[in-house]
T-cell receptor, first 112, second 116 residues
Framework: DAKTTQPNSMESNEEEPVHLPCNHS???????IHWYRQLPSQGPEYVIH???SNVNNRMASLAIAEDRKSSTLILHRATLRDAAVYYC?????????????FGTGTLLAVQP | NAGVMQNPRHLVRRRGQEARLRCSPV?????VYWYRQLPEEGLKFMVY????????ESGMPKERFSAEFPKEGPSILRIQQVVRGDSAAYFC??????????????FGEGSWLTVV
């Protein structure tokens, strides 16, 4: 499985934008980039995913580098409820299984 | 979490007993996944099932653990003769008919197993 690299932790202030980086230099042409987050004592929650183009939804935006070797999850205005572990994961289109392999993620702390 | 239901939410078992964790996927989803999260650790894939079939069990411990997803009813993760090291949060997830790498997986709230 292709690997991703994320900072262990980041801090943000409430109401400010947050940019969470992810490196995936060994990404293949059929790998999708997925982001999930896990709040304390809860199950992971889908945030966003994309293949080549930037993506936006009600939760966040995903900016994908032109060479696809890195991506950035953007939370436009952080709230205290956004404090969570954020996981960047690669999913292989057409792979033998649909499982997603989680790394250690980035622990985001949001200060009031 | 998009309708994946897990029960029990919390389970306490004595060493040597059996633990059964149940998972009802989102209505219409035919793919189920089980993940384990040990205290202070990340999520580890255990098994991927479709109705009546185990597709990938590469993350399942070789002994004492089994999983099924019958034609009718919930998916079951069964742990026989539990030991203290089995204490963890067990998360079930489901997805619709496979979409390859574009697959979005929806997780339940988890079942917290404590072995005393």
């Amino acid at each position: 499985d292709a690997k991703t690299t994320q900072p262990n932790s980041m801090e943000s202030n409430e109401e400010e934008p947050v940019h969470l980086p992810c490196n995936h230099s060994t990404i293949s042409g059929t790998d999708y980039i997925h982001w999930y987050r896990q709040l304390p004592s809860q199950g992971p929650e889908y945030v966003i995913h994309g293949l080549t183009s930037n993506v936006n939804n009600r939760m966040a935006s995903l900016a994908i580098a032109e060479d696809r070797k890195s991506s950035t999850l953007i939370l436009h205005r952080a709230t205290l409820r956004d404090a969570a572990v954020y996981y960047c994961i690669l999913g292989n289109y057409g792979g033998a299984t649909n499982k997603l392999i989680f790394g250690t993620g980035t622990l985001l702390a949001v200060q009031p | 979490n998009a309708g994946v239901m897990q029960n029990p939410r919390h389970l306490v078992r004595r060493r040597g007993q059996e633990a059964r964790l149940r998972c009802s996927p989102v209505k219409g989803h035919s793919h189920v996944y089980w993940y384990r999260q040990l205290p202070e650790e990340g999520l580890k894939f255990m098994v991927y099932l479709q109705k009546e079939n185990i597709i990938d069990e590469s993350g399942m411990p070789k002994e004492r653990f089994s999983a099924e997803f019958p034609k009718e009813g919930p998916s079951i993760l069964r742990i026989q003769q539990v030991v203290r090291g089995d204490s963890a949060a067990y998360f079930c997830a489901s997805s619709p008919i496979g979409q390859g790498g574009a697959n979005t997986i929806y997780f339940g709230e988890g079942s917290w197993l404590t072995v005393v």
